[in-house]
C-alpha cells in the first residue's frame, strides 16, 4: 500500500485528487492539508511515503515529493 499526503491550498483540488487517487486499491491517501497552516506538520503524523504539493508553494515542494523516512 502507497501512503499519500494530499498538500494543496485549493479544497476543491484535494478532494478530486483524494477521490482520484483512491480508486487504485494500491494508494491509500492517509490525509489533506493546506500547506499554509499544517501541510509539513502532518507528515510526521500521517507517515506518508509521498505526498503532493500545488507547484506555486514554492522550490522545495513541487509535484510528488518521497519521504526518506519511508523505504
Do not use: Y
Not at 500547506?35 to 500545488?54: E, H, K, M, N, V
Amino acid at each position: 500500500m502507497i501512503r499519500v499526503l494530499i498538500v494543496d491550498d485549493s479544497a476543491v483540488v484535494r478532494k478530486i485528487l483524494t477521490e482520484e487517487l483512491s480508486k487504485f486499491a494500491d494508494i491509500e491517501v492517509v490525509g489533506g492539508a493546506d500547506p499554509q497552516t499544517a501541510g509539513s506538520a502532518r507528515i510526521p503524523r500521517c507517515l506518508p511515503a509521498f505526498s503532493t504539493s500545488d507547484h506555486s508553494q514554492g522550490a522545495c515542494h513541487r509535484g510528488f515529493n518521497r519521504w526518506p523516512s519511508c523505504h
